[in-house]
């Protein structure tokens, strides 16, 4: 039997320690952008209930109020692109139990089977949803503040 060289056996172990350090390190880091991405992903959902809470708010008004019609149906659609576009966080548990009790046409929250992207750019996918959420939530309020301006008059 063919004795084999020692210090060929220590560069072996040292390869496949680093790798498994490497690959355990990756791992950590992957999943700490995941559960970033998860956690803004939830924290969107509570916007999103407020955002429909005062879009059914509003529209219940707009009967009444012809001026402000026109932008809900502008902003709605807009939301509507928005729900189209969200995805889930893969691994996300509690995505699967989100419902929202409303009939916007929910048609989002289905993870894209060809969406294939790194745990960092879903963190950034995430935060720009959550933004463009935002700034339709903004839109909202400041009808809202009209309409509450208006009806003061």
Known sequence: MERQNPMRLK?????????????????KKDAHHLQQATDIHKAMMEIEKQFENQLDSLKSLSHHAVEIRDSLQVIEKDFEL???????????????????GHDHGHEHHHEK??????????VEIQK??????????????????????????
């Open 11 to 27: 560069v072996i172990s040292v390869i496949v320690f680093a790798f498994f350090v490497s690959c355990h390190g990756e791992n």
């Open 128 to 153: 720009e949803l959550k933004s463009n959420l935002e700034k339709l939530l903004l839109r909202l309020q400041s009808i809202r503040q009209l309409r509450a301006h208006s009806a003061g008059d």
């Open 113 to 122: 089977e060809d969406l294939q992207v790194t745990p960092e750019q879903m």
């Open 82 to 100: 928005w729900e189209k576009n969200v995805v889930e966080v893969p691994g996300d548990d509690s995505a699967e139990a989100h419902d929202h």
